[in-house]
């Protein structure tokens, strides 16, 4: 019946898409019926998902496409797991969406209803395909439906350019993935995934479907080099937007990119693994030094999420290799922490970005040199957005911690592979993801204190007002995600071994009791997040209540102590900018860097550094010179005149009949 | 292991920690008198300023919020449970499965992300110059200390504290090169995560240097009472770490009372002997440059790898 | 698996050997570098004293005390007098910055392991698994040799890859026959003092030690 159920939730989101244009105009039936609805669709549709996770794997066909070529649709734990993550994530975002959308800001409501649902169906339905040609019209439906959600606003040039430069990434990354499937069909000619679940390739086929399978999804997903598109498009779209497609359209990328390498094809090669850990760690070093030096709030989200997609690949990629050596059980350590990490990601960086959407609404202000003390004027928003910043930034007992936890125990048992260079070099890699792990605190102290701590850096920021009740549910659903999912990770790891079953055959040896967590073995590691907390919390209260019972609970305020210099403004705090100098001082050759600094006499003293991305002028503006060029030979054949073109075709038809003939 | 003798002998270590913690920062003070051919304050001192702070009134600086106010008991607690989860004086302890290694380190990242936002709810120049120092310390000592617990686990095959340490307690007693660059790494970066000289100074009030004691400076009465106790647990359970994973030996394994009242006094002489050897370094060695910390944190992180590696070719 | 004791304080020389050459790769001040190659020679001494007396091979007391004659105190003492004759007190520059060759220096680590394994299988000394960490310093001081710009750290890379050797002879053999060694190191004295006068000689031409200005000797 899961199947069922998310059809009836995808023509659910389908027939609100075209509500949406019936009412365009009308607000008050768009913001708050129909998404509404969608977030009560998308909760039925994640029950169908934990229920597709327990009960095995069922298809079906849909007489819908071409003709002879009916769309093939099947369920099963991996893409169950996946609809849960979707359903539960946009449950809250849609909620919030509701309180969000306001008339006179880009698009219509009704058009912004009709994106914003084709793209939770589509996202469902990429899911759910079992052939590559419905995969691929899914697949494309999801990014055009995002494309229009990045383009809103598209009034702006620099949002139209943002969106040129995704669709363009997309497409490449999709005609990548057109071909991975034309080598995993291997010669049969049949293109749905039951044939090719039995095609086995050759080594070296399998490797070209695995190149292919990693740029193309790889691409999606935003893995270096192929990241330039993310920090663009993720905060050009509205806020609800940029929160679904930072959780969980990435997350497609990583569930197709799961789907080729663990069920589609049998056999496995351990150096695919130890490339995909490679680019995981690049990914997610590179993702967070950017992260740290940006100084506007969505980007520096945005970049973040590219740290936590080299996270998840990096997962990905032990898993492979332990795949590929039949250390069965540590592969399922490593998929288990991957594929927590996903649905962490999806909690914390949904609310985050919601988070930033009641600030830019409240504020007008994106910039985070010009905020500052939001937690005086929205404290239901800055403390939500506290609970999502602990979480990313990784510490204990909320959620992210929990997938970092089990990511490090996975590297930690590298040393019993049977190779001698990767039991000492991964090990070493490890650094890479305490680094990353480490730098990701950082970025997010720097984003919430920031924002909401301090005093605020403009006048017009004593009039932020908090968000309305809409978005507030939204974030409340999401904030509590994340602490559930991170004090709870023996029911959540429960439901990913069943994943881990189907893909691999055998789960996680887990000898976990419902308070400590504990992989593998538990005199070998245990973490009890449950009794973490208690114990704070018990300690917490009780000094409390000592302090108060045995001395006195008086405080009085003053000004704050001004260093004996008093003419302190709000813009002597750390800007964006001076919080991430130790950041461009210590990685300073990953950046290209350009300042100006203002000479001794100058009367306005300006001080600018910009800081780019140095792929961006090796890689990306190379690439575009030389298609450029070549577009200039093309451009050649342009004449202008009627009678050339003529000629053209007439050519042409003279060589096409020679070669049917 | 939840059972009740196991929960008290817990609290009773627990309890333990928190009063004797000061008294360590104490005898850390005094060496460095000593050394420093300065007279030295009495051992209690430390008790005596925490004592006058929870009587004074706190002054609260105008724009500060609650998560400000509450940020003190938070970072008080998390010490607490880090001083619980070593292993001090019984390695089969009740709260020792509740976390590993890792979320030790979690722990402490916990702790240090809730003072930097502290730091910076005031808004002046100063506590954000200390939140955004103490971060950048935090990104370059986690990686090092990581490392450090890493070779330790390899060794014992645990990330649980108290496995690896009933683990290097019980292996015959032979020179480990891995353990010893381990130990000269660890030693580095409790330095820097304890607010200590080369990298930063505890007894600085210059503004410009300052790291710790920047992120402070709003604070006072009470709340700056619970920071500074929190501060010497911190130390305490840096040294205690120290001892479990370097010097394992006379910690009591069972949790039954007659071991822990015997591995009590072996815990004070390592404890004392520890103290002098900080107060040793910070007497011998200069504070560093704020961009010199990247070097020396690096070198450690250096010495850990090699620790590892060496664990590999040597010991394997 | 209990190491006898000597082999336990092998190991340990082995592992300190290791860490000095990553200390003179990172190492800014070229007096500094020459302290930090004597006490490798004193090291690598030590390290040489004990294996002769673990396995009571005489000839290596011999090689010691050449080692300690040579390595320790006649070399930095040239080098030294080098420093001071040529004025050449200031920093080192490297081509690569220090952390990128500290990462690369890891890698050879591993990599100098991975190949010292087959080898010390074959090998039956006491102190065969050193062998890797001789390799390491070897390939070490190589990439010193490479990434200094200077004429004399360049030298102490060259002398350093020597202890390596002298160090791999050690563990994989129990050092080579007395001939050979007295060659080394009578080839590693000629040789210093070769570009003894050779630094005066670009010092001379150049009016600076940096070995930069070679490339224009390339006619072109």
Redesign the interface.
């Known amino acids: 019946m899961p199947l069922q159920t998310v059809l009836a939730v995808i023509v659910l989101w389908l027939a609100i898409a075209l509500l949406g244009i019936a009412f365009a105009r009308n607000l008050r039936i768009v913001a708050k019926i129909l998404f509404p609805l969608g977030a009560a669709g998308a909760l039925v549709l994640a029950a169908a998902g934990f229920a597709a996770t327990l009960g095995g794997t069922a298809s079906l066909v849909l007489p819908l496409g071409l003709p002879d070529l009916p769309f093939h649709l099947r369920i099963d734990a991996l893409s169950g797991f996946f609809l849960l993550l979707l359903g539960s994530v946009s449950a809250g975002v849609s909620v919030f969406a509701s309180g969000y959308l306001r008339p006179g800001e880009g698009n219509a409501p009704g058009l912004q209803c009709l994106y914003y649902h084709v793209f939770l169906a589509s996202m469902a339905l990429v899911l759910v395909a079992n052939d590559a040609y419905a995969f691929m019209v899914f697949w494309e439906t999801m990014a055009l439906s995002s494309y229009f959600l990045v383009v809103s606003d598209h009034a702006k040039a620099e949002i139209r350019s943002a969106g040129f430069l995704y669709i363009l990434i997309a497409h490449v990354g999709a005609v990548a993935i057109l071909l991975c499937f034309g080598v995993l069909q291997g010669g049969t000619g049949d293109y749905s995934f039951d044939a090719m679940r039995k095609v086995a390739l050759t080594p070296f086929w399998g490797t070209i479907a695995f190149a292919l399978a990693l740029a193309g999804f790889g691409a999606k997903a935003g893995i270096v080099p192929l990241h330039v598109w993310l920090p663009e498009a993720h905060p050009a779209a509205p806020s609800p937007a940029s929160a679904l497609m930072s959780a969980v359209m990435l997350k497609t990328a990583v569930y197709g990119f799961l789907r080729v390498m663990f069920d589609l094809m049998g056999t496995q090669i351990w150096w695919w693994g130890v490339i995909v850990l490679a680019v995981g760690l690049a990914t997610a070093l590179y993702g967070v030094i950017f992260s740290a030096v940006q100084s506007d709030m969505k980007r520096l989200l945005a970049w973040s999420s590219i740290e936590n997609i080299g996270f998840i690949f990096a997962g990905a990629g032990l898993a492979i290799t332990f795949r590929a050596y039949e250390m069965r059980s540590l592969a399922a350590l490593a998929l288990t922490a991957m594929l927590y990490h996903s649905l962490n990601h999806g909690f914390f960086k949904s609310l985050l970005f919601l988070a930033t959407g009641s600030v830019l609404h409240a504020t007008r202000e994106r910039s985070l040199g010009k905020l500052g003390g939001l937690i005086h004027r929205m404290p239901w928003v800055a403390w939500l957005a506290l609970v999502g910043t602990l979480a990313i930034a990784g510490v204990p007992p909320l959620n992210g911690f929990v997938s970092e936890w089990l990511l490090l125990q996975a590297f930690l048992f590298t040393p019993g592979l049977p190779q001698n260079y990767l039991n000492m070099f991964i090990p070493v890699a490890t650094a890479v993801v305490v680094l990353a792990a480490a730098l990701a605190g950082y970025v997010m102290v720097k984003f919430y204190g920031v924002v909401f701590l301090g005093r605020p850096r403009e006048e017009k920021l004593v009039d932020a007002h908090d968000a309305g009740p809409w978005e507030k549910a939204g974030l409340l659903w999401l904030a509590a995600g994340c602490v559930i999912l991170g004090l709870l990770p023996v029911s959540v790891i429960d439901v990913i071994d069943q994943v881990n079953r189907q893909l691999l055959g055998q789960g996680l040896g887990n000898s976990s009791n419902w308070l400590f967590l504990a992989p593998i073995k538990p005199e070998r590691s245990s973490y009890s997040p449950l009794l973490f907390l208690a114990v704070v919390a018990l300690v917490v209260l009780a000094t409390w209540y000592l302090v108060r019972h045995f001395y006195h609970g008086r405080v009085r305020r003053g000004p704050a102590w001004d260093c004996g210099f008093p003419f302190q403004t709000a813009r002597m705090q750390d800007s964006a900018e001076g919080f991430g100098q130790p950041v461009r001082q210590v990685f300073e050759p990953f950046f290209r860097m350009r300042r100006e600094l203002p000479s001794p006499e100058d009367r306005a003293p300006r001080y600018r550094v910009t800081v780019e991305d140095h792929l961006w002028h090796w890689l990306y503006l190379p690439i575009g010179r030389v298609t450029e060029f070549a577009s200039t030979l093309v451009n050649k054949l342009q004449q202008g005149r009627i009678s050339v073109y003529l000629l053209y075709s007439f050519l042409t038809l003279i060589v096409l009949l020679f070669l049917v003939r | 292991m939840l059972t009740i003798a196991g929960i008290a002998a817990q609290l009773t270590e627990l309890m333990l920690a928190v009063l004797l913690a000061p008294l360590f920062t104490g005898w850390v003070n005094m060496c460095r008198a000593w050394m420093q051919n300065k007279s030295a304050p009495p051992l209690l001192t430390p008790y005596r300023v925490l004592l006058k702070l ?2 004074k ?9 609650p ?1 400000f ?2 940020t003190p ?2 970072i ?3 010490m ?2 880090a001083a ?1 989860i070593v292993p001090t004086l019984d390695i089969n302890l009740p ?1 020792n ?4 290694a ?2 030790l380190v ?2 402490f ?2 702790a ?2 809730f003072m ?2 502290a730091a ?7 506590g ?2 200390g ?3 103490e ?2 310390i ?3 000592a ?2 090092a200390l ?2 450090v617990l ?1 070779t330790a ?2 060794i014992s ?4 504290l108290s ?1 690896i340490v009933g683990q290097l307690g019980r292996m ?1 007693l ?2 480990y ?2 353990l ?2 381990a130990g000269v790494a660890f030693t580095m970066v409790s330095l820097a995560e304890n607010a200590r000289i080369p990298v930063d100074n505890p007894a600085t009030h210059l ?1 410009l240097t300052m790291i710790h004691e920047a992120m402070l ?2 604070y006072s ?2 709340h700056l009472a ?1 920071m500074e106790w929190a501060a010497s647990l911190k130390l305490f359970a840096y040294s205690c770490i120290g001892i479990a994973l370097f010097v394992p030996f006379g910690i009591a394994d069972g949790g039954n009372w007659l071991g822990i009242l015997i591995s009590l006094p072996v815990l004070a002489v390592k404890l004392a002997a520890g103290g002098f050897l900080l107060a040793l370094i910070e007497s011998v060695s200069a504070k560093m440059r704020i ?1 010199r910390a ?1 070097e020396f944190l ?2 450690a ?3 850990a ?2 620790a ?3 664990h ?4 394997s | 698996m209990a190491l006898s004791l000597p082999s336990q304080f092998i190991n340990l020389l082995a592992a300190m050997m290791l860490l000095i050459a990553f200390a003179m790769l990172s190492q800014r001040r070229v007096l500094t570098l020459i302290n930090l190659f004597a006490l490798q020679g004193l090291t690598l001494t030590l390290s040489t004293l004990l294996v002769a007396w673990a396995t009571s091979q005489p000839h290596l007391y011999w090689s010691a005390l050449i080692t300690f004659l040579l390595k320790v105190l006649l070399l930095p003492w040239i080098l030294h007098r080098l420093v001071r004759k040529l004025n050449v007190k200031w920093d080192i520059e490297t081509l690569i910055n220090i952390p990128m060759t500290m990462i690369v220096g890891i890698v050879l680590v591993i990599l100098a392991f991975n190949l010292a394994l087959p080898i010390s299988a074959l090998a039956g000394t006491i102190t065969r698994s050193t062998l890797g960490i001789a390799l390491a310093i070897v390939l070490l001081a190589f990439l010193m040799m490479i990434t200094r710009s200077k004429a004399i750290p360049q030298v102490i890379g060259f002398l350093a890859m020597e202890n390596g050797l002298f160090f791999a002879a050690t563990s994989a053999t129990y050092g080579m026959p007395m001939v050979v060694e007295l060659g080394i190191a009578l080839d590693v004295l000629v040789g210093m003092v070769i570009l003894g006068v050779f630094f005066f000689q670009i010092r001379e031409h150049f009016d600076s030690l940096d070995i930069r200005h070679l490339e224009k000797l390339k006619e072109d």
């Open positions: 929870f009587n009134e706190p002054v609260l600086a105008q724009n500060a919020s998560l106010r509450i008991y938070i008080f607690g998390c607490c449970l619980a709260f499965a509740a976390a590993d890792i979320a979690g722990l990242a916990l240090r992300v930097s936002l910076m709810d005031i808004g002046t120049a100063f954000t110059l939140a955004r120092r971060m950048m935090g990104f370059l986690e990686p990581l490392m890493f686990s390899l095959g645990s990330t649980s496995s015959e032979m020179i090169p891995s010893a660059f503004e400076l709003e009465g009470r619970l961009f990247p690096g070198t992180f250096l010495l790898v090699l590892m590696l060496i590999f070719l040597l010991e």
